[in-house]
């Protein structure tokens, strides 16, 4: 729709990388742009650049030349306190395996991800887990849940300030095929509920069930 910012854009982004004498081009002017109620996929070879472009969209790395937009706000070219506040409130990261903290219970994970926002919310914490299916393990530590309860203790941890965007990192690449259809269906329901959704795989299965799939080799976008 004309007039209409999209949730997520990146305009012709570069990344470069320096070993010694020898200069490595992650990102060369790759640009993109994910709409509300979008799920995308991001596919390519390893080396292709695809953890690269997910750390630049996300603000946790910053491109040599290029701009990323949130919801709007320039993510690119800002010191990193000021990416991190925009991150911790218009921005969902999903991990692999790193979204939560052993020593804390899911609750106290997901209440941690409010406080870094400045949210702090118990009545949409226990909704989102309710939702999830972990209201009965909210207590419980990372190390005492299955497979499947991780995944979505994860995601909780990543929708905990109901962010505008939703960025997942292989978020089915240790998991069985029975989880990974789980896991889809809860990132098809934040798509469908208005959210970005951009995920960066090799699974074939995950990128059938997106919207679109971005493919990059070498740095740039092929299709």
């Known amino acids: ?16 990388f320096h070993a010694g004498d020898e200069e490595t081009l992650a990102l060369r002017g790759v640009s993109i742009s994910v709409e509300s109620g979008e799920m995308v996929a991001v596919t390519g070879p390893s080396g292709s650049g695809k953890s690269t472009l997910l750390a630049c969209l996300a603000g ?30 218009h921005i969902g990261i999903l991990f692999q395996s790193a979204n939560l903290l052993e020593h804390l219970t899911v609750d106290q994970n997901v209440a941690l991800a409010q406080s870094l926002a400045g949210t702090p919310d118990v009545a949409r914490r226990t909704g989102l887990l309710d939702e999830l299916g972990l209201s009965q393990r909210r207590h419980a530590h990372p190390s005492q849940l299955s497979g499947g309860e991780t995944a979505r203790a994860g995601l909780a941890v990543a929708l905990a300030n109901d962010p505008e965007v939703l960025l997942a990192d292989e ?6 095929a029975a989880t990974e259809h789980h896991v889809l269906a809860l990132l098809r329901r934040r798509a469908d509920t208005g959210g970005a959704v951009v995920i960066v795989t090799h699974s074939p299965g995950v990128a059938a069930a997106a919207d679109r799939t971005i493919v990059l080799s070498d740095g740039t976008v092929t299709s």
């Open 1 to 16: 729709m004309a007039g209409v910012t999209a949730a997520l854009e990146a305009h012709d982004l570069y990344r470069f």
């Open 171 to 176: 978020p089915t690449g240790e998991v069985d």
């Open 60 to 89: 946790l790395d910053a491109p040599d030349g290029g701009m990323v937009r949130v919801a709007g706000h320039p993510v690119s070219r800002r010191p990193e306190p000021e990416r991190a506040a925009l991150r911790a409130r």
